[in-house]
């Protein structure tokens, strides 16, 4: 495992944190990093794979032991959050998608279903702060929390449909935990991307943020708001409301990795990812 788990901004030598500051490698290997704030309990998760924050599968597995880190841990919140100055997250890193390695493709998938579970049914508070584009799964994550903090000028949004991709079940259950019915059908099937003040004004985002700092302490404001709660009877109502969401992937769970595996290996598929990925080079040029 690649990412780092800090308390307190340096690793903690008490012999209860001990078992779970995981060692690094070399520090330019880092795909996510965990500071605990040791006052307040919060843990900030920040995904750093450059360029864009594509989720590819070192990424994914890095995110879900960071997320399982910080439960174990019994931190008092997890604000999820990005290295970059423009991108919260790509979406999927659509490399593992084009022309993939099998066996890879399938490890991929569950990786991401992981993630979702472990994210979406997290026993901690969590929090996005959306310090860039979101676009798809980054979207899915910054959804899976529970309140999202999103800085000016940027964009989210399941925008599946406008690359030739049917969003799975999952993703569109997290959006309506998120959205009304009808404004997320719509867009869904439009594929649309929203302008931090659009994602505003419909409620995808719960508040902006002029900058990453206040973004910040806006999750941390959400997290204290739970001050007078009891935690067990929070995570509780939590996991009663986002039940079914759950035990639909958990039941599909094998057959989801067989469909998204029949669906991403179609020839159409294949091209248009293929096409799209042009695209993206030659913006890039
Ligand atoms: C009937 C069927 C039933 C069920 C279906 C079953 C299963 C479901 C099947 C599939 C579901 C898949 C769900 C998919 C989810 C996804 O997340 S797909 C990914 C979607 N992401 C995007 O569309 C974002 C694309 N990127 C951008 O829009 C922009 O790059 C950006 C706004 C994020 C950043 O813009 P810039 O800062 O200008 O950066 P560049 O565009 O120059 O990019 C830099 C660099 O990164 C490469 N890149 C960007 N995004 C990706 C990506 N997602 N994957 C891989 N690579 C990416 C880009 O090409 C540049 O590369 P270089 O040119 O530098 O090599």
């Not at 605990?36 to 990424?59: E, I």
């Not at 999820?80 to 490399?95: E, K, R, Y």
């Not at 030739?164 to 079940?169: D, E, F």
Request: with cysteine; glycine share 6%; hydrophobic share 40%.
């Amino acid at each position: 495992m690649q990412s780092a788990l800090i308390v307190g901004k340096k690793i903690c030598s008490s012999l209860l944190l001990r078992n779970w500051v995981r060692p690094l490698s070399a520090a330019s290997d880092k795909l996510t990093n965990v500071e605990v704030n040791d006052k307040t309990g919060f843990a900030k998760l920040t995904m750093n794979r450059p360029p864009v924050n594509g989720l590819n599968l070192d990424l994914l597995r890095d995110l879900h032991q960071s997320i399982q880190d910080i439960e174990k841990n019994k931190c008092r919140g997890l604000i999820l959050t990005s290295a970059s100055n423009t991108i919260f997250s790509a979406g999927l890193d659509i490399m593992e998608m084009y022309k993939p390695d099998q066996e890879r493709l399938k490890q991929f998938w569950t990786a991401l279903q992981d993630v979702w579970l472990a994210l979406y049914g997290s026993a901690v508070p969590t929090a996005a702060a959306i310090n860039g584009h979101s676009p798809a799964g980054g979207c899915l994550l910054a959804a899976s929390c529970e309140y999202r903090v999103m800085l000016p000028k940027y964009t989210i949004g399941l925008n599946e449909t406008q690359l030739g991709i049917v969003a799975p079940k999952w993703f569109m259950s997290t959006f309506r935990n998120v959205l009304p019915r009808r404004i997320a059908e719509q867009a869904l099937t439009q594929g649309k991307m929203f302008t931090s003040d659009e994602a505003l004004k419909i409620g995808l985002v719960d508040e902006l943020a002029a900058t990453k700092e206040e973004a910040l302490l806006k999750c941390e404001k959400f997290f204290a708001s739970f001050a007078k709660t009891d935690p067990i009877a929070r995570y509780l109502t939590k996991k009663q409301l986002r039940h079914n969401d759950i035990k639909e992937l958990l039941d599909e769970k094998v057959q989801d990795v067989e469909n998204f595996v029949l669906f991403v290996n179609q020839p159409s598929v294949q091209k248009g990812l293929g096409l799209y990925l042009e695209s993206l080079k030659k913006k890039a040029k």
